[in-house]
């Protein structure tokens, strides 16, 4: 009888990075394999976060990510914190209000004590910041090789308030598209740490929690419909998902995306397009054009909005598509990517 | 500079498998390392899940765990149904009524995609037969030899009924201690599987979902106090945490604990004591004396139960230990395990 490792060895068809990047090969992954054997109305939605009615006309958010990025600790922020962060925006996308976390750890044996005490500082350290209590943990130890240093997993919980409904299906032609800074940070911070490119470039990652901003924008404007955060498959993906979801176009400016001049020379350099780079605290919003202005300003307020922008519009025509009008004056199609660029950047 | 996995290679206080098996280093790691810098009132009873106020009056119970079981498959069961019937456990464990689970998967690259299909299969008719839904989740693929095969994180929400208290804590001098049935299944499954032991030796895992035998026993009995599922480390260490939690002593009768003749040959073969092996479908149902037969009445009753038996009872004196009046007539203290037996066993 073979071994389970025999068999993993001898298959045909099988899991490839590409399945895990976040882009069309994850979707079809998750459509064909995952989604399809799971169908119920809560799921059916395939937002950031579910939303769950528990009785009495309260309604909660819930949502999970794993994360297993490549170093550990970058520029900017670290695994910890990431695995706080990543969660608690999640939440946020949906209009909820972060509560509590869980937190899981699979270990690799021999990770330095120190480096785990400094994850958790680190972790400690963001779940005050964004505001939300780590009331569960798990902790697993697999043997040297069966894990790279350590895996987190964080599950969230939020309180929905009454009244808000915001999903990536609820964009409607008019719409304006703001986003709340410069794009690609993260994950090219990400990328030269690990490759060890050049220190001295001084990208650093955009790591934030979000729940702030949100929870602004939410006071002064109830004509919000769609939050998302363009983490894995970067501003592109995260575009494309809305468009099909709500079944609109998306057209973006080219010019108007914010972007730091040394990330797009990081990017020219090694041939990335920084529309398909990795945020961790970047939030699109999408918004009736009447508030857009409102929405704007109080953006611009946060300390994780200043260089807010209104970036492009929501269309009827050609539904399910994003375009891009270019610097020079032409239009092209953003698809999204297969796989992705760069594997382990979350 | 070093890269993080020289400094990785060069640490010198490092994790160990003990770390991650449940028992005393467990324990210790989880104190000085996590727990130290979460502190919050919500973690700190330290329950299989915490219970949340969300308003209203609604208490939610919420629970996490990684699966990273080796083999994948194992009699009785495989790493799918039982990351649904584990979490769904630790929150029946709180007296919860379990409805929503959240689903995240780390997939080495090279994963056979029918092995994945076999696993949602799994998951599917597990959820179905728990009566919960899946209903938010995520896939992380990592390259070949960062992970082994497939890791499996569940998060878990329940609803918490009014006026349920349940808790590692509660136990009470005078109450009993019943167990559902024999004990050692789970772990000698999966040992005698992955070590590709005799094959003719019929020993299969008892992972299955509680909360059907628990909503049957809330039903009938509101003096139960404690509920405990002894997984990771048995019931030997399970015991162990109600002791030092409630501050009392247990006694439990070793010709009074269940288990399956070859499973306890198979332990003796392999020298492990199968009190501290791990159950996936086992429950620590601890009562008041004047409720307990009743209780062991309705749990003989349902199909998860039919081999309840009172083992112990809870004592005053010689608070925080744990003793088993031993076949030949002697006493011997059942401590915990420093680390486990067997690593992977979940």
Not at 63 to 72: C, K, L, Q, R
Not at 121 to 140: F, Q, Y
Not at 149 to 162: Q, S
Not at 230 to 237: A, D, E, V
């Amino acid at each position: 009888m073979l071994t389970e490792r025999e068999r993993f060895n001898m298959a045909e068809d099988r899991i490839i990075l590409d399945h895990g990047a976040g882009g069309a090969a994850s979707h079809r992954l998750i459509k064909d394999y995952i989604f399809s054997k799971l169908r119920n109305p809560l799921l059916e939605p395939l937002d950031d976060s579910a939303v769950l009615e528990m009785g009495d006309g309260i309604k909660i958010a819930m949502t999970t990510d794993s994360y297993v990025i490549d170093p550990i600790f970058f520029p900017g922020g670290d695994i910890g914190s990431l695995a706080v962060y990543g969660t608690v925006n999640d939440l946020s996308m949906q209009g909820a209000t972060p509560l509590f976390l869980s937190l899981a750890f699979i270990i690799e044996e021999g990770l330095p004590l120190k480096d785990l005490k400094r994850i958790m500082d680190s972790i400690s350290k963001a779940a005050k910041e964004a505001n939300v209590d780590i009331v569960t943990g798990d902790t697993k130890v697999v043997h040297r090789g069966q894990a790279d240093k350590i895996y987190i997993n964080t599950a969230g919980i939020g309180k929905v308030p009454k009244g808000i409904e915001i999903s990536s299906h609820l964009a409607r032609p008019g719409d304006l598209v703001i986003i709340n800074g410069d794009i690609a940070d993260h994950g090219m911070a990400v990328l030269f740490s690990r490759e060890e490119l050049d220190p001295d470039i001084p990208i650093s990652s955009d790591s934030a929690p979000l729940n702030g901003l949100v929870s602004e924008i939410l006071k002064i404007s109830d004509k919000i419909h769609v939050l998302k955060d363009p983490t894995r498959g970067g501003l592109g993906s995260a575009l494309n998902e809305i468009a099909q979801n709500s079944n609109v176009s998306i057209f973006i400016y080219e010019d108007r995306i914010p972007i730091k001049e040394e990330v797009k020379a990081a990017c020219e350099l090694l041939g990335f397009d920084p529309l398909y780079i990795a945020n961790e605290g970047k939030c699109i919003v999408i918004v009736e054009e009447e508030d857009a202005d409102r929405v704007l300003e109080a953006m611009k307020r946060h300390p994780l909005g200043k260089d807010s922008r209104i970036i492009g519009e929501i269309r009827e025509e050609y539904a399910g598509k994003v375009y891009m009008k270019t610097k020079v004056g032409g239009t092209r199609i953003i698809s999204m990517l297969e796989g992705e660029q760069a594997p382990r950047i979350c």
